[in-house]
């Protein structure tokens, strides 16, 4: 069982930045894939970001790509989402997600944050 905590959401400005943390409960947080996701009102659920477990490699959506950065700090049990260039389109809830197994890009995830929301204006 794994609970995550995701903070650092909030207000900013278009071309602003911002940085994303998750938290993660447990002991084998390393055994662990991670995502970042995000909804925005009125539309699904969509990928933004997976990483490796040893933080190693990264994979990202491409409307995120280039300005998005995920990393993870295994000793902290922590995941961070670096958002630079935001744009409009970036507001959403963001959720941190984690998943136990051998593949660090699991097609579906197991476990699952209360979200943070982000706004940018315009």
């Known amino acids: 069982q794994v609970q995550l905590v995701e903070s650092g959401g909030g207000l900013v400005q278009a071309g602003g930045s911002l940085r994303l943390s998750c938290a993660a409960s447990?002991?084998?947080?390393?055994?662990?894939?991670m995502g970042w996701f995000r909804q925005a009102p009125g539309k699904e659920r969509e990928f933004v970001a997976a990483?490796?477990?040893?933080?190693?490699?990264?994979y990202y959506s491409d409307s995120v790509l280039g300005r998005f950065t995920m990393s993870r700090d295994n000793a902290k049990n922590t995941v961070y989402l670096q958002m630079n260039s935001l744009k409009p389109e970036d507001t959403a809830v963001y959720y941190c997600?984690?998943?136990?197994?051998?593949?660090?890009?699991?097609?579906?995830?197991?476990?699952w944050g209360q979200g943070t929301q982000v706004t940018v204006s315009s």
């Open positions: 997600a984690a998943r136990a197994g051998s593949t660090w890009r699991p097609a579906e995830y197991d476990y």
């Open positions: 447990g002991r084998t947080f390393s055994n662990y894939a």
């Open positions: 990483i490796s477990f040893s933080g190693s490699s990264a």
